[in-house]
């Protein structure tokens, strides 16, 4: 329960006090400043309250939005303000001055808001109206305007995201915002709407695992199906103000886990048809949490850069300013929607390898378009980047301790480009990987562990130096994939595949802490699990040590080991009531 302090005199024919508790207020009235003050102090501390000028005319949704959003510890609108539990000493400091300075006076809440200590959330309205009328003519004025804007279309429509793709704004989001109200007005809540995409993902990837082509068709009609669960749940969210720790977390990472049970999916299909495409699932998941890494990095590296502009980001910029050049650069970076879209038609009229070299393509000509735009931003930005998106990036590289001691023991100082460490690094690796020497690829991982630490020892503020992490990330799933694959043992890259999933949560994980100030996961972690060179390293020393079946046993059980280490500490952390609400309203994914 919330509670609405109204001050001020009653308003004849005003729907304030029906408003509020329409919006789950309990609403008191006050008749001047002191009256307020008391009032406030005797709401439970437990509880959310707002301050609202009884003169206030103004559309529901907008009280809603200055009222209501869980994520703002301090919100106004014109006429209304409102603090959560943890703000609202900074309110009661406010009223009390207002009382001494008024002694007693009428309130103007607005001038409450002006008074107020502490940051404050102001929302955009809009087309909304939220005014306090001075006299009977403006009040009037107020209210035919709040007639003419329809607040439950102008609610539709701020459900849907700003900036999302081609085919999410234009085959989705025109019908899912109504069921995004379905679901609000039968109480259903943005995670049940995203437990249920997820359920719906895996009886898709399930109709593949079948191998059939009736099988096949389901599971292209079940995985749309889940997108537009998943474009559902955010949509409900911002619709009823339904923002949560929790929420934020399994959007994030459900996303990831339904699309890469789906290649799974479609691999266990392939198989029953006696084709193994095994090796096409697994690239594609490893090609496409590199992009992901790749958008993680970049954006950490100028989070908060300062003269962050080049000339490359304004042609963009012009770019954008025309139409049809928006959709088309949109598309072409192959983001979920038309992903998946392309997933779905692909296992519903074809086979799983066309799906996979269909899907390996695109992403792949996705990546190299992104990268290549960042990069030369990056090479014309004249920037100076921060410690704090140092340290993301360190984060992001995720190195253990045999890196670490490898970057203490040579010095807190790089011996040079941080970049160039790390490529020649991957490439002594590489080389290793596809030398056919037994234990070559050993001595390879020794060195690029070596390489991954002398990369880390000074702080990553390059203008290239974002590419560490994904670079990192392409050598640690690379050297599984290729390690599995020259087993020749049936079941190792199913093993592989495992593997990588679970390691790739981790470092999910790891870009959801940092995207909301949390910092990386904690060490006692990243050294249970080896950091990405002791991982690299071990995953080689088993090729090389044990037989091809021991190996696909041998990345069975790290596979159960990552995912239960990194699983029980990720869901330990997101639940806590520490954890950062982390909702991605950016590029989509």
């Known amino acids: ?90 309110l009661a400091r406010a009223l009390a001055r207002e009382a001494a300075a008024g002694g007693g006076i009428d309130l103007a809440v607005d001038g409450l808001v002006t008074a107020l200590d502490a940051d404050v959330h102001r929302p955009e309205l809009g087309s909304l109206v939220a005014a306090v009328p001075a006299d009977p003519q403006a009040r009037n004025e107020a209210r035919q305007a709040v007639a003419a804007v329809d607040d ?15 085919f999410t704004t234009f085959f989705v989001s025109p019908y899912s915002r109504y069921l995004a109200r379905w679901c609000a007005r039968r109480g259903l809540t943005p995670n049940q709407v995203t437990t249920a995409s997820l359920v719906t993902a895996l009886i898709a990837a399930s109709c593949a695992a079948t191998g059939t082509r009736i099988g096949f068709i ?12 998943d474009c559902t749940d955010g949509q409900l969210a911002r619709y009823s103000l339904q923002y949560s720790t929790l929420g934020a977390w399994l959007d994030a990472t459900f996303d990831r886990a339904k699309e890469y049970a789906y290649y799974a999916g479609l691999a266990l299909g392939a198989a029953r048809g006696g084709d193994d495409v095994w090796a096409l699932a697994l690239g594609a998941m490893i090609l496409q949490t590199c992009r992901h890494v790749v958008d993680f990095s970049f954006n950490e590296a100028n989070h908060d850069a300062t ?27 192959l983001p979920i929607g038309e992903r998946w879209a392309l997933i779905a038609v692909l296992t519903a009229a074809t086979t799983p390898r066309i799906t996979f070299y269909v899907l390996l393509i695109g992403c792949a000509f996705a990546a190299t378009y992104t990268t290549a735009g960042r990069v030369l931003r990056s090479l014309t930005r004249k920037a100076k980047r921060t410690d704090r998106a140092a340290q993301a990036l360190a984060d992001l590289a995720d190195n253990g301790p045999l890196a670490g001691f490898a970057s203490r023991a040579g010095g807190r100082t790089a011996i040079g480009n941080p970049l160039v460490l790390a490529l020649a690094g991957v490439a002594v690796l590489t080389a290793s990987l596809l030398s056919g020497v037994t234990w070559a690829p050993v001595v390879g991982a020794f060195v690029y562990a070596v390489a991954s630490g002398r990369a880390l020892a000074g ?59 949390a910092g990386a996961p904690p060490a ?33 059980v790290l596979a159960v080991v990552v995912a239960g280490l990194v699983l029980v500490e990720s869901i330990r952390f997101w639940v806590s009531a520490g954890a950062p609400a982390v909702h991605d309203e950016g590029e989509p994914a």
């Open 218 to 229: 389901a599971a292209g009609v079940l995985l749309i199906a889940s997108f537009v669960l």
């Open 459 to 517: 702080p990553l503020k390059g203008a290239l130096d974002w590419l560490v992490p994904p670079l990192f990330r392409a050598a640690e799933y690379g050297t599984v994939l290729v390690l599995a694959s020259k087993s020749g043992v049936n079941g190792a890259l199913p093993a592989a595949f495992g593997l990588v999933a679970a390691v790739a949560y981790h470092h999910y994980d790891t870009v959801y802490r940092i995207r909301g100030d």
């Open 524 to 556: 006692w972690l990243v050294r249970a699990v080896g950091g990405q060179d002791g991982r690299t390293l071990l995953v080689t020393v088993l090729a090389a040590a044990l037989t091809a079946a021991q190996f696909k046993a041998a990345l069975t």
């Open 152 to 166: 439950e279309a102008v609610r539709l429509k701020s459900a849907v995201k700003s900036r999302d793709g081609f």
């Open 307 to 333: 003269a962050n502009t080049s000339p490359t980001a304004a042609l963009s910029g012009r770019l954008d300013s025309v139409g049809w050049t928006v959709w088309v650069r949109r598309m072409i970076v």
């Open 1 to 90: 329960m919330s509670t609405a302090i109204v001050t001020g005199p009653p308003v004849p024919g005003s729907s304030l006090e029906s408003d509020l508790r329409a919006l789950g207020f309990e609403v008191r009235a006050a008749s001047d400043t002191a009256e307020a003050e008391a009032l406030l102090t005797a709401v439970p501390a437990d509880r959310r309250v707002a301050v609202v000028d009884a003169r206030f005319v103004g559309h529901l949704h907008a009280l809603r939005l200055g009222l209501t959003d869980p994520r703002f510890p301090l919100a106004a609108i014109p006429g209304a303000v409102t603090a959560q539990p943890a703000a609202r000493p900074a």
